[in-house]
């Protein structure tokens, strides 16, 4: 008779395969702190009778199960983000309308700003500020949806354009979601932390970040399936293509290797890491050089203005600018620390990238040095969210890239609504700010959207200090409350650690004391 873990769940063979007959799934009003006290509102946590919900997860019968209802509520929720943008989706923005009613979206603005409207070709045409997927995906959807407009008039084309790419960039959260379900099939609740999030009802299609998101969603299904020795070197390569297409997006999937690459190294299965990475690269490469070799110049426009922009709103930087006058106020002509970062481009970018250099060492050195070896997401979401802190430049709709990282990475409710809560606040701020700007009448004092800047780094920093402390003390570590080790570490999950380290660990740690010497 096997015996069950505190959640409730058979302790398994490997991490990542169904669950065993007669393992029931996670349920978070009595596995969670603040869902199990917020549950008293509606009668209390799941009781042991409650057998319509709590039936062993190999004989699920009802047609709504965990994960229907979490992939019907993500449906929901990109319903609600499109009623929310549906002000501004005619593209007629009179007084202010896309500020007013908060439904600013790059998706139609750069749908003529690219020239999409005229037929131009990105980076052959026009010159493209985002990496090459993403000026590839738009010209996928751009230029058919012109054509169109060609040869019927009478279509708004940016209200087609903006809807095609709603319907896949929605496709692509269902599929996020659905990827942290099979992932998670223990605990199906925690896509739905994905599923509800807030940010994901006002930033989902804000830009094209849903992109690099499920193909990093994807990336890390792959890494999950490297368990197998026999499918080891192609399911890493399969991970690392993925990651790298998903860099050739956004830059920060590739971060990810990172942590890969360190975990490997400590469970001595480092070819699995090395071969993500190269066919990453190769994937990157790859996607570049059909623009990178014709069109220099366009291809390098994301690199030039990356470099040469100054300090972005919202950002550490910014709120050190604005403390700059109020902690120390400089004499007449002379500039604070973070203004004089601003002035001097070349520097700040330089102390970014130390300051986010310094902090992956760190994780590194994290995930070396922990007692037991971290789990991937984790680490994954320390990297991004070190470069999100370090960073001159966090657009409100970056948050989307550390939701699945947050789920995967600590599945707990109430730092989790705590940092949704903070980005809420951020997103009617920056709002207030645009508005103000536009209008050069400012809507509430400067001091304000700082507050909501600063509430919103503090979160993310939270969010950190909780994961640090999981890795540091792996019984607080909710997924391995329910998993025996790490359910994303495919070819990790399970492993010891590699022989040098364990040798090492064994000359570092004091000689046991004899009963003589306890007794002297």
């Known amino acids: 008779m096997s015996t069950q873990s505190t959640a409730g769940i058979d302790e398994p063979g490997a991490s990542g395969e169904a669950p065993r007959p007669g393992a029931t799934a996670d349920h978070p009003s009595r596995s969670d702190w603040f869902v199990r006290g917020t549950s008293g509102l509606i009668g209390g946590p799941l009781g042991d009778h409650a057998v ?23 449906c929901l929720t990109l319903a609600l983000h499109w009623v929310q943008k549906s002000p501004c989706q005619d593209g007629a923005w009179q007084n202010n309308v896309q500020y007013t009613r908060m439904c600013y ?8 700003a690219e020239g999409l409207n005229e037929g131009k070709v990105p980076y052959a045409d026009h010159p493209v500020e985002y990496p090459v997927l993403t000026g590839y995906f738009m010209g996928a959807l751009g230029l058919p949806v012109h054509s169109l407009g060609v040869d019927k008039p009478t279509i708004n084309q940016g209200q ?17 979601v659905a990827v942290i379900l099979n992932l998670r099939r223990r605990r199906p609740w925690d896509a739905a932390l994905f599923a509800l999030a807030p940010a994901l009802v006002l930033t989902a299609t804000v830009n094209w970040d849903l992109l690099a998101v499920g193909l990093t969603a994807f990336g890390l ?13 192609l399911m890493a390569g399969a991970a690392g293509a993925l990651l790298g297409l998903g860099g050739a997006a956004k830059m920060w999937p590739l971060f990810l290797l990172g942590p890969i690459l360190v975990l490997t190294l400590r469970a001595g299965r480092l070819r699995a890491g090395l071969t993500a990475t190269a066919t990453a690269l190769v994937a990157l490469v790859a996607v570049n050089l059909p623009v990178a070799i014709p069109y220099r110049e366009s291809w390098g426009r994301f690199f030039d203005l990356n470099t040469t922009r100054p300090i972005d709103w919202g950002t550490l930087w910014y709120i050190g600018r604005y403390l700059d006058g109020r902690i120390s106020p400089s004499a007449p002509g002379e500039l604070g620390p973070f203004e004089w970062l601003n002035a001097n481009i070349a520097t700040l970018n330089w102390v970014s990238y130390l300051l986010f250099g310094l902090a992956c060492l760190g994780v590194a050195a994290l995930a070396l040095l922990a007692p037991r070896r971290p789990r991937l997401a984790p680490l994954a979401f320390l990297v991004v969210a070190a470069f999100l802190i370090f960073s001159k430049v966090w657009s409100q709709q970056f948050v989307l890239w550390l939701l699945p990282l947050a789920v995967l990475a600590r599945p707990r409710w109430g730092a989790f609504l705590a940092w949704q809560f903070a980005e809420v ?22 001091g304000v959207f700082v507050l909501a800047s600063s509430l919103r780094l503090i979160t993310v920093a939270v969010l950190c200090g909780f994961i640090i402390r999981d890795i540091l003390r792996p019984e607080e570590d909710a997924v391995r409350q329910t998993y025996a080790d790490d359910p994303d570490g495919g070819v990790l999950d399970g492993a010891p650690d590699a022989p040098w380290l364990t040798r090492r660990r064994q000359r570092a740690a004091p000689t046991a004391a004899t009963p003589a010497d306890a007794t002297a």
Do not use: H, K
């Open 52 to 74: 319509a919900l709590d039936r062993p997860a190999d004989r699920e019968g009802r047609f709504w199960t965990a994960a229907r209802i979490v992939l019907a509520l993500v």
């Open 105 to 112: 979206t790059d998706v139609l603005a750069l749908y003529y």
């Open 160 to 176: 087609w354009f903006y809807n095609l790419n709603a319907l896949v960039l929605g496709a692509l959260a269902v599929a996020t």
């Open 221 to 233: 299904l792959a890494w999950a399936r490297t368990r197998s020795d026999r499918r080891e070197l």
């Open 425 to 446: 606040c951020y997103f009617a701020a920056f709002y207030g700010e645009l508005l103000g700007t536009a209008t050069s009448r400012p809507i509430f004092p400067e």
